[in-house]
């Protein structure tokens, strides 16, 4: 059996980093597995579907790396739910039902007094065909519910093992509407089942939808997946993340906070599992460590702060190849390898990088707050070309003449040579400031 998985997200707001890891551990599981990847856009809720959220979802999967094999869209396969409707009214499995949401919720309201379950009576079912066309004379048109069996529903989970449901503790479930669109419930049992899809993996708020959509793969002939269930992100405070609240979106992460999706991956491919978090510059290298076994039933947490430290762990492993790109996107066309690595061990963003790069090629102001000894520093500035032992070789000369050592003998140079006092390393820097701005800056001229 060939692996087939799905990511299939409603395009009603930005992808939150609770859908994104969803779609990792999707797509991660199937490159272990040797499988394929379906990007579905659920996209039958037409008020709350735009097309904007539909580019954003592909924006930010291409952004991660997690390219589909595979891509449907709901809206484009309304047929095939009138299908399988009309085959499940035929069979006695869906059937009319014509109560108001008032009239629901107040027996909803009733049962819950009662300390009983709010599950659907089946009132419908008593319904002559008599009943059935007084009610649609006064202008009422059915919405229609799926007639499940009342028996065991089981299945053994990835995540959360054997999982047991009694069928009569379930309601039966509405998949039409009154206007006659289908809903969730039918609509993913639909593809799953035309798409051959082999595994589906997703939050554990679908575990009651699952104990459902069991019997209705059955209805309709098609072919159970194996289920797991991930418990649900929160963030570091224990609340949850609301894609239409733009809570730790994706988009916001990478425009706005400068984080690596590496970083992000890296991250979320870890949380809830056994594995240490750890940096990781590829998938392939995330691939590779994968194994849906290792994740727990435990709550995690996403905590921005560690993300912003696991962004700045991988800028310190990234070659200057891997960020060219952004560099350019900064403005900094003429960055090269050099100032990358000079650079990059003070990084947390990469943005950042354009207040280095102003040290190093833009006028500075100099701290020079003990001239005399800037002097004698001077003085002794080596003639160019410069490398990477100039620092060294500079420093131990301004030592052996005035005697100064340590922080009495580094700060004043930094504060003259950068305006900062702390930063990268200077014997990187130094040589990208060059002799005509360290021989000013020391001189207190601003250069």
Request: net charge negative.
């Amino acid at each position: 059996m060939s692996v087939a998985v799905r990511f299939a997200p409603s395009p009603t707001g930005l992808l939150h980093v609770g859908n994104v890891r969803l779609a990792l551990v999707n797509w991660l599981f199937a490159r272990k597995t040797g499988g394929t990847f379906l990007l579905r856009l659920d996209d039958t809720d037409e008020e709350r579907s735009k097309p904007e959220y539909a580019e954003g979802i592909e924006r930010d999967l291409i952004w991660l790396g997690l390219t589909w094999d595979r891509f449907a869209r709901e809206s484009d396969r309304y047929g095939r739910y009138d299908e399988e409707a009309a085959a499940l009214k035929a069979s006695g499995r869906l059937y009319p039902c014509y109560e108001t949401p008032e009239e629901l919720n107040l027996k909803r309201a009733s049962l819950v007094s009662q300390g009983r379950p709010p599950i659907y009576d089946r009132a419908a079912l008593r319904l002559s065909d008599a009943d059935r066309a007084r009610l649609e004379s006064e202008g009422r048109k059915p919405h229609w519910r799926f007639k499940l069996e009342h028996t065991p529903v089981e299945w053994t989970d990835l995540v959360r093992g054997p999982v047991h449901f009694e069928g009569s503790a379930l309601s039966d479930p509405v998949l039409i509407r009154e206007d006659g669109r289908p809903l969730y419930t039918l609509t993913s049992v639909v593809d799953d089942a035309d798409l051959a899809i082999t595994h589906v993996i997703r939050g554990e708020d679908h575990v009651a939808n699952t104990a459902v959509q069991i019997q209705i793969f059955q209805a309709v002939g098609g072919a159970v997946p194996v289920f797991a269930h991930l418990p649900l992100l929160t963030d570091a405070t224990g609340q949850g993340l609301s894609k239409r609240l733009g809570s730790l979106s994706v988009a916001s992460l990478r425009e706005e906070e400068g984080i690596e999706p590496m970083a992000l991956a890296s991250l979320l491919a870890k949380l809830g599992t056994s594995d240490a978090i750890e940096p990781r510059l590829t998938l392939d290298e995330l691939v590779a460590e994968f194994d849906i076994a290792k994740v727990s039933r435990a709550t995690p947490k996403f905590d921005p702060e560690e993300l912003l430290r696991l962004n700045a762990r991988i800028l310190h492993l990234l070659p200057f190849e891997r960020v060219a790109g952004e560099l350019a996107a900064l403005g900094l066309d003429d960055a090269d390898a050099a100032f990358w690595e000079a650079v990059r061990p003070n990084l947390s963003r990469v943005a950042e990088a354009r207040d280095w790069w102003a040290v190093t090629h833009a006028p500075v102001a100099p701290v020079a707050d003990d001239p005399a000894f800037l002097a004698e520093a001077a003085a002794l500035l080596p003639e160019e070309p410069w490398d990477l032992s100039t620092w060294g070789t500079w420093t131990g000369a301004v030592k052996a003449r005035t005697g100064r050592k340590g922080k009495d003998l580094f700060l004043p140079l930094r504060r003259a040579l950068t305006g900062r006092d702390h930063g990268p390393e200077l014997k990187n820097l130094l040589p990208l400031i060059g002799r005509t701005r360290a021989q000013k800056r020391l001189a207190g001229e601003t250069a």
